[in-house]
């Protein structure tokens, strides 16, 4: 079901199935759960380049949860590719994190990076 690389600054975790039914939602939640708590936390959740992708109801919400933790915890969260204008149209309204391409998505974490960077060395500032 998926593929787990590591990178420097991120981990991709590539899934391998067009469409992500219910049962998946809670395997992807784990692995993605555990990848929050290793070293390089950011991940870049990547799926089959296909206007046929579909994720469940159950697989949006989790998303948007693990979003969540991940931001709570100062780590980037983004899903890519996403080309399919419906499944768009229902990350946008959950306000969860997706580029169309994979190198906007790598973009996207070092962006994100640098500003917790920046913000962290102006909170030390404060101190």
């Avoid at 991940?43 to 469940?56: A, M, N």
């Avoid at 994979?102 to 030390?124: Q, T």
């Amino acid at each position: 079901m998926v593929k787990i690389d590591t990178k420097e600054d991120f981990s991709m975790i590539e899934v391998s199935k067009e469409e992500v039914a219910e049962k998946m939602s809670a395997s992807l939640k784990s692995i993605l759960s555990d990848k929050k708590d290793e070293v390089r936390g950011n991940i870049i959740l990547v799926f089959l380049q296909t206007p046929k992708l579909h994720l469940s109801d159950r697989t949006i919400n989790e998303i948007k949860s693990t979003q969540d933790e991940f931001l709570k915890s100062d780590l980037s969260f983004i899903i890519t590719p996403i080309s399919n204008q419906t499944l768009n149209e229902k990350l946008k309204e959950k306000e969860i994190n997706f580029t169309p391409t994979l190198s906007e998505a790598i973009d996207m974490i070092m962006m994100e990076k640098l500003e917790r960077d920046v913000l962290g060395i102006n909170k030390k500032e404060d101190v």
